[in-house]
């Protein structure tokens, strides 16, 4: 069986984006017998984004009952808060002693920064904490702690995995063979998906819809999509945001119907109001799972605590065998 682990950072609500590009893949993966799943909520790597305690608690519980909410079972996945799992952070220090500073240097969103503050002659680290340059040691602690085969994450992710690997070797190298090297796991035709002005959806970007908005403002947000400015009865271009938007939530044959009414000249708002219906459709019964989780928080911290006890297991077998390995544990 292979061990698939991955988590989403809570720096916000979660969007079409996060549910299609990741969420919905990751649940449809953890019904398969052949993998066995860690779920988590990476909230420590949020601090290097979130500005207050409010904004933490309020982002960490719409992404827990979120997954929730869209399926997620407990009893086959193991789904846990990474705060909760001490032994991680015991590992993300040993770890930090065998990662050359050289490859926290050439990670992509520490070198953005750096590239930015000298285009602007800043100090080149100017708004760089240590916790954002560590940032993927963390995330090879989350990721070898519990020996993931796997680890589902979006083509951004992909170096933090290749440093994970890094990571691991040269703990293996310098010990023994303690830990397993992970592979990344990019789905194929997990197309990104697009936001209101057409570039990519994501919250750096202001162009998100909200998974589980309510209805009055997931309309707001359809009605806002960027259009050309085609008549009605004029054919409207079927690479547009609202196609592509339109196809994810339904099959086949009401695609292409879409498709072909767009062909044939149907107005941008008719297709709008198209599109909120199926969108609608298909988040009601998740959004009502999710307004009781959210109502019942209690519940989703039992769950999270459960989740836990197990993930602890884990970590605390991988944990010894580390301790022993560098000599801190007979
Ligand atoms: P954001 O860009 O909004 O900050 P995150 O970086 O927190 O989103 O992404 C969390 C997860 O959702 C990642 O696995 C990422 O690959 C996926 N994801 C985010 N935006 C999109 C998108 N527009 N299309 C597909 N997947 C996405
Ligand atoms: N860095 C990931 C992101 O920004 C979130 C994350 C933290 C993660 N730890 C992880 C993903 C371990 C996979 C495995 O999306």
Not at 50 to 56: F, G, R, Y
Not at 92 to 108: E, Q
Not at 272 to 293: D, G, T
């Amino acid at each position: 069986m292979k061990r698939v682990l991955t988590g989403i950072k809570p720096t916000g609500y979660a969007h079409l984006g996060n549910y299609f590009g990741a969420i919905k893949p990751a649940i449809e993966l953890s019904k398969d017998e052949n993998y066995e799943c860690f779920y988590f909520i990476a909230d420590y790597h949020a601090l290097t984004t979130l500005k207050t305690k409010d904004e933490m608690k309020e982002y960490f519980y719409n992404i827990a009952c979120t997954w929730l909410a869209c399926g997620l079972d407990p009893n086959r996945v193991i789904f846990y808060r990474q705060s909760d799992i001490k032994e991680v952070f015991e590992i993300n220090w040993i770890l930090c002693n065998v990662t050359p500073k050289g490859l926290m240097n050439r990670a992509h969103a520490y070198k953005a920064i750096v590239e930015n503050n000298e285009q602007n002659n800043f100090d080149r680290d100017a708004n760089v904490n240590m916790g954002l340059y560590n940032y993927p040691i963390l995330m090879a602690s989350d990721i070898l702690s519990f020996g993931a085969d796997l680890v589902p994450v979006g083509l951004d992710q992909k170096q933090h995995i290749e440093i994970a690997r890094d990571i691991a070797m040269a703990f293996n190298k310098k010990y023994q063979e303690v830990f397993n090297i992970p592979d990344c796991y990019i789905q194929e035709n997990n197309n990104t998906l697009v936001g209101l002005d057409g570039r990519k959806m994501s919250k750096s970007y202001n162009n998100t819809i909200q998974l589980f908005t309510d209805e009055k403002e997931l309309k707001k947000k359809i009605n806002k999509i960027v259009t050309d400015s085609k008549l009605p009865g004029e054919p409207k271009d079927v690479n547009c945001t609202i196609n592509k938007l339109y196809k994810l939530f339904v099959d086949e044959n009401r695609a292409k119907d879409f498709e072909q009414k767009l062909k044939d000249g149907l107005s941008w708002g008719e297709a709008k109001n198209m599109l909120f219906e199926v969108a609608n459709n298909y988040i009601k019964p998740m959004r009502e799972k999710f307004l009781y989780f959210m109502n019942n928080k209690n519940l989703v911290d039992e769950i999270l605590k459960q989740g836990a006890i197990k993930a602890q297991k884990y970590a605390r077998e991988y944990l010894k065998n580390v301790r022993k390995a560098i000599g801190v544990e007979n």
